[in-house]
């Protein structure tokens, strides 16, 4: 989401602790959606269009009696059920009928909602073989999500989660995004808190509190952490540079003694290929 949720800060925090029943909602909103990206995922290869995707997005929502939150959202109105954002697109990619080329990086965003409450993550796809440069922002940018939601739990600071992603960027030579920032999700797409993906010092930090769901979803770059969004579509976020971003997503749910993923996929639907973090473990 973009950062115009940083004025928030400014503002009265209203963060909703979300009750039993809430927490049900968003836990099979989150599933379903975990479902569908993983389903999509599957189906990347060399030749496909990020169109062919979008359809097949459309139809599995509907299997599952989900509605896609991206499509028609904002304005002007978002025209994909997902978001399909190839190469230099950082985010917000409209699915088109490009095919999809060997050594491509892909990040496929699904939100759904299911009985009014919302689930959202993303993944970033190599199609076909990867090069170097592919390689390291895209593992740069799955092992900041990771480093981030590990030091999620009651009484840690909002702030946190940035730094630790900082710290990976850093050490990997990628840069973060700081123009689109996770938020809090669950009776609504985008609810407070912001979530900066960059090392920061907020007036008012947050700390993190049982009943909390948010997400996290860091966009790393090879360049410039610079975004322009296209002055046609108004969605489509570049890097200044064409040069590489990655970026990986999950919903969270703060519980009384840490975190819960609540985009994960049962073990059984997992295919080689399927990060492990995107996968139940406690089934295993
Ligand atoms: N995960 C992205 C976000 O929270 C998905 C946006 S989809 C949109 O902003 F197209 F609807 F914006
Ligand atoms: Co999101």
């Given at each position: 989401m973009i950062e115009t949720l940083h004025s928030l800060y400014k503002k009265k925090h209203n963060i909703v602790l979300k009750t039993q029943k809430q927490i049900e909602g968003i836990r099979q909103a989150s599933k379903i959606a975990a479902k569908i990206l993983n389903l999509l995922c599957k189906e990347?290869?060399?030749?496909?269009?990020t169109k062919e995707l979008d359809r097949l997005s459309k139809e599995l929502h509907k299997m599952f009696s989900a509605i896609p939150a991206s499509l028609g959202y904002g304005d002007p109105p978002f025209p994909g059920s997902i978001c399909t954002s190839i190469n230099?697109?950082?985010?917000?990619g409209i699915p088109d009928d490009r095919p999809l080329n060997e050594g491509d990086i892909v990040n496929i965003d699904v939100a759904s909602i299911v009985d009014g409450y919302y689930g959202d993550l993303s993944r970033t796809v190599v199609v076909g073989s990867s090069t170097a440069d592919a390689l390291r922002v895209v593992g740069a940018s799955y092992e900041s999500l990771k480093a981030a939601i590990q030091?999620?739990?009651?009484?840690?600071?909002?702030?946190q989660i940035g730094a630790a992603i900082q710290l990976v960027a850093n050490a990997t030579g990628c840069s973060v995004v700081h123009q689109f920032v996770g938020h809090g999700i669950g009776c609504m797409f985008h609810e407070e808190p912001p979530i900066l993906h960059y090392a920061n010092k907020p007036k008012v930090d947050i700390v993190m509190q049982p009943g909390m769901t948010f997400t996290i979803e860091p966009m790393l770059n090879l360049g410039s952490p610079e975004a322009v969004i296209d002055k046609?579509?108004?969605?489509t976020a570049r890097t200044i540079d064409g040069m590489l971003s990655a970026q990986f997503e999950h919903t969270l749910l703060i519980t009384p003694t840490g975190h819960e993923i609540l985009t994960l996929i049962d073990a059984k639907d997992a295919y080689p290929g399927v990060p492990e973090l995107f996968i139940n473990q406690k089934e295993l």
């Open positions: 990347v290869k060399p030749g496909i269009t230099d697109v950082i985010c917000h030091i999620c739990r009651p009484g840690v600071k909002i702030s046609r579509d108004h969605w």
